[in-house]
């Protein structure tokens, strides 16, 4: 079933107008005075009409099409035991057939759109799994990184002191030479 805008705005299932459409027109007259269509059979037929109706409404044309070869089957045994005239087989066959391809047609386009999305979720996936690698990637050569620089520093450079510095320099506000004031201009 091709999708239409109704004024609204809402999706409306062309489908749906053409099942009622047909099946209520070759089956017009199912009333008890129609000669070529026993009451009982019309109202029988008429009730399936309105399941296929009802689930080419839902969307569902799988539903709609079972329904549709339960209507054909007792249309068959109907027509077969003379409840319905060769002349109404036939309109109502017509208005089946027409409808059969409506509900193939829907159901091939949900079947499209469900492998559509099928596919977009695949690759929605396949991004994710990139993005994830991409980022353990990144992680773990700054945790490469990260555990080489330690390394790098109690090599021999750690050993030697900041520049400008000698290794025989006391620490700030220590002399090292802690016997004579000589010579430190205190006094005298």
């Known amino acids: ?14 489908g749906t107008t053409v099942v009622a459409a047909c099946l209520a027109a070759a089956l017009a007259g199912c009333a008890p005075s129609a ?27 799988a539903t709609g099409l079972r329904s549709l070869d339960e209507l054909v089957g007792h249309l068959t045994a109907a027509a077969a035991n003379g409840e319905v005239s060769f002349k109404r087989h036939q309109s109502i066959m017509k208005a089946v ?15 499209a759109a469900a492998k559509a999305e099928a596919a977009r979720a695949a690759a929605a996936k396949a991004s994710a799994e990139a993005a994830a690698k991409a980022a353990a990637e990144t992680a773990a050569a700054q945790s490469a990184v990260v555990s080489q620089a ?12 900041p520049a400008g510095e000698s290794r025989d320099k006391a620490p700030a506000g220590e002399s090292r030479d802690k016997g004579s004031n000589k010579g430190k201009g205190g006094g005298g």
């Open 1 to 14: 079933m091709e999708l239409l805008a109704s004024k609204a705005g809402r999706p409306r299932g062309i």
């Open 150 to 161: 330690p390394a790098r520093a109690s090599g021999p450079a750690a050993s030697r002191p």
């Open 97 to 111: 057939e027409a409808v059969r391809a409506d509900l193939l047609a829907a159901q091939a386009a949900k079947a």
């Open 35 to 61: 000669p070529d269509l026993e009451s009982r059979t019309g109202k029988e037929l008429q009730a399936q009409v309105l399941a296929v109706s009802a689930a080419a409404a839902a969307q569902d044309p």
